[in-house]
């Protein structure tokens, strides 16, 4: 799919669903969104340069990542999506400057994305921007009219947009690292809680808690992985604004970025250790709830030696056992079986055992 986003008179209108043939000539930002090979091709024929392939966008090298081709500047990096399904992961998005335009390409769906784009198009688009605007000249029940020629007043650039983009992206990182770190602290609040209680913790408590902790600790590698991609993009963009000579504010927002980037890394790095930390938490637990059920059994089994002891003496089959024909040997092997039970007992929970 092709979403076109043309500037007019300092405004940004939009286009969905573009058809290959359809592709204005006159788009500042081109998003690519899951491409077939034909809506490839109507781009490469535009901007005269090679689209990468899925697989090459995959690729770890820098040099895969970071490059100039054909008059293109090419920059992949990995971007965290699917926060607000509840099923986070991250893919590969590649931003491709050339000349005015920016191309974005990418297979999955960051909300980053959405939000700029509504942000881009303030005032044009209705309350969630889905819809697709309708540009002056065109007729939906025709062919299209020659679009108008751009204004000259002063909009949004592809190297403006391109910056914006990254912007967005990043302050979703830091809602996203906000919170984990909330959920964090939940997880803390539920453990030391339930060390507080007397009653022994459940086992699928346990497991709850483990597996809340895993997924806080997966999602924070994988945002940090994330973080390392753009990272390793923003000298190599920094590089670019340097030769295409944009506004100096451009340059002073790369900046911004690469420092909110070392201050979100040095977060990660408090929140792995914080992961680690609940989670050994929790294994201790696991291990004091373990023991204490181990030392329950080993002190019914020490109680019941004494008893047991004098069962088997008096169930031996000796013919001369002066309490067999004693009338109140079965009371005093009884009481003694008790009080061989209740010594033991009483002695460790002096030694505070119990």
């Known amino acids: 799919m092709i979403d ?4 007019f008179g300092g405004q940004v209108r939009r286009q969905t669903a573009i058809r290959p043939d359809e592709l204005p000539p006159e788009a500042i930002w081109i998003d690519l969104r899951n491409p077939t090979r034909e809506e490839e091709k109507a781009v490469e024929r535009l901007c005269g340069l090679e689209v990468p392939t899925r697989e090459e966008m995959r690729e770890i090298e820098v040099s895969s990542r970071l490059y100039s081709e054909d008059g293109g500047d090419f920059m992949t990096t990995s971007i965290v999506y699917g926060l607000d399904e509840g099923r986070p992961d ?5 931003f491709i400057l050339v000349e005015n335009r920016l191309i974005t390409l990418r297979y999955t769906e960051p909300r980053s994305f959405a939000i700029y784009a509504n942000k881009l198009c303030r005032g044009e688009a209705n309350g ?46 830091a809602d996203l690292l906000e919170a984990i770190a909330a959920d964090l602290d939940r997880i803390g609040t539920d453990i030391f809680r339930s060390s507080a ?13 483990l597996r809340r902790i895993g997924a806080a600790g997966d999602l924070s590698s994988r945002t940090r992985e994330s973080l ?64 204490a059920i181990i ?12 008893p047991t002891l004098v069962a088997s003496i008096y169930g031996m089959n000796f013919v001369h056992m002066p309490e067999l024909n004693w009338p109140l040997g079965y009371p005093m092997a009884l009481g003694l079986m008790v009080l061989s039970a209740v010594l033991p007992l009483m002695f460790f929970r002096h030694k505070k055992w119990l």
């Open 90 to 94: 991250f893919g590969p998005v590649t």
């Open 128 to 173: 969630d921007g889905e819809r697709a605007l309708q540009l002056p000249g065109f007729d939906l029940y025709g062919p299209p009219a020659a679009p108008p020629k751009p204004s000259r007043a002063k909009g949004p650039t592809a190297d403006s947009i391109a910056v914006g983009l990254l912007e967005t992206v990043i302050d979703r990182v």
């Open 295 to 306: 030392k329950i059994f080993s002190v019914a089994a020490v109680g019941f030696m004494p």
């Open 4 to 7: 076109a986003y043309i500037a």
């Open 228 to 291: 390392a991609t753009i990272d390793r993009l923003l000298p190599f963009l920094q590089f670019v604004l340097d030769r295409r000579k944009p506004q100096k504010e451009l340059k002073l927002r790369v900046k911004a970025m690469a420092r909110d980037i070392h201050s979100l890394n040095d977060f990660v790095s408090f929140l792995s250790n914080k992961t680690t930390f609940l989670l050994d938490t929790t294994v201790g637990m696991i291990s004091i709830e373990q023991n």
């Open 197 to 209: 209680d007397n009653t022994p913790t459940p086992t699928s408590d346990f497991k709850q808690l």
